[in-house]
Structure formats: C-alpha cells, structure tokens
C-alpha cells in the first residue's frame, strides 16, 4: 500500500527555475529515497537519505528529511527540460532486500 | 550497480488469455521484486521473489492470477493469468543487493488488454 503522499501532484516550471516536490510518511524507516520515472518507463534512483541525516546534496539535488513530522523535499535547481518526468519517494525499512513503499508522485514539466 | 533487462517491452492482448513477463539480471541477486503500475498512479508491490522459495505476495494479489518463477539467482518471471482490461498496467521487475538500500529496476513492461 502507498505509504507517501507527495505534493503537489503535478508541477509546471520555466528551465532555470528551482522545483520542490514533497513527501510525507507515516511509519518508521530506515531511510527515504527519491527516484525519477521518464514516460512510464523504469525507474532511476537520485538519491537516499538515511533517518539520522537531515540534508543531503547530489549535484544539483537537495533532499531535507524531517523523521518528526515523516516528511521529506527534493528540490531541483536550475531546472532544466531533460528534467521532466515523475518524481518518486520510497520509504524502506530496517532490513535490506526488503521492497520499497512508493509515494503518489509528482509529474514535473519543465518548460524550455 | 545491476543492470536489468524486460521482455517484452510491451504487448497487447486480448481478454482471457495470459501472458509471462520475463526479467533478467547481470548479476547474482537474493530478491527481486515486482510491481504493478497502473496508468497515471503509483507503484504497488505485487510480489517478492526469493530464490528457492515460493513468492510471497501482497494483499489483494494472489498466486492463481499472477503465478511468479524463480529458477536461479539472475531471472524470475511473471504471469499475468486470465487478463482483464483492469490489468493493463506497467509491469516492472526490480532487485536489491544485500550491500544497499537502493532498488535497480527493469524498463518495465507496458501490457494493454483490449
């Protein structure tokens, strides 16, 4: 069952804008993970912040973490159009080798 | 880092009949996972697919409608059994190693039941 809620669900920008997209939670993970899906094809992990980390950056990600209230953001920089697509949290738990809970997505259009 | 591979990439087909979705990994993996994307949503987890042991599948999946193979460490396959139009979805393998938290998954498989 979904696990995240991201908002917004869709999200229109000009290239060069910056694009934040939300996520929110609701049990105990080990760590968040956000990943891109370009034209429903598979999906392609960005980055994962563990539980204790509350910042993370991966060129021109930035990814927060807030375990208080089980939520996250992903913020994109200087966007550019090769950035549309839809943009997935997942949330695991302690283990390893144990399947991703996914939130809703957010679909990102960014306009050249 | 894994590298998967999806067979095929899509199909049509037609109500009533099955169809077995074939995912192949470049390295030795102890889970893959399967999940089910239906147009415009999210993914949800249909089953988890251990080697030697049978899949172990998520509420409202069940093994007669999608029966899951997994003959060694690197290939598992998925059958979509009596299909619907309801079942037209992407269908996407993905596996996790035993070092990371991260999943790598396949390109998925677009299916349409008309």
């Known amino acids: 069952s979904q696990q995240g809620e991201e908002d917004p669900q869709a999200l229109s920008i000009q290239e060069g804008e910056n694009a934040t997209m939300n996520c929110s939670y609701k049990?105990?993970?080990?760590?968040l993970q956000w990943y891109r899906q370009n034209s429903g094809r598979g999906l392609v992990h960005l980055i994962l912040i563990r539980s204790n980390e509350r910042e993370k950056h991966s060129g021109r990600l930035r990814v927060t973490l807030d375990t208080s209230k089980k939520s996250s953001s992903l913020l994109i920089t200087a966007s550019r159009a090769a950035d549309t697509a839809s943009y997935f949290c997942?949330?695991?738990?302690?283990?390893?080798?144990?399947?991703?809970?996914f939130g809703k997505g957010t679909r990102l259009s960014v306009i050249a | 880092s894994a590298v998967i591979s999806q067979k095929p990439s899509r199909d049509i087909c037609q109500r009533g009949t099955s169809l077995t979705i074939q995912c192949q990994v470049d390295s030795q993996v102890t889970m893959m996972f399967w999940y089910r994307q239906q147009p415009g949503q999210s993914l949800t987890l249909i089953a988890t697919?251990?080697?030697?042991?049978?899949?172990?599948?998520e509420s409202g999946f069940v093994i007669d409608k999608f029966p899951i193979s997994r003959p060694n460490l690197t290939f598992s396959t998925l059958t979509v059994s009596n299909m619907s139009p309801e079942d037209s979805s992407i269908y996407l393998c993905?596996?996790?190693?035993?070092?990371?938290?991260?999943?790598?998954f396949g390109p998925g498989t677009r299916l349409t039941v008309t």
């Open positions: 993905s596996v996790a190693q035993s070092s990371s938290y991260e999943q790598y």
């Open positions: 697919a251990n080697q030697g042991s049978e899949a172990t599948y």
């Open positions: 997942a949330t695991s738990s302690k283990w390893r080798n144990t399947p991703l809970v």
């Open positions: 049990t105990s993970i080990n760590n």
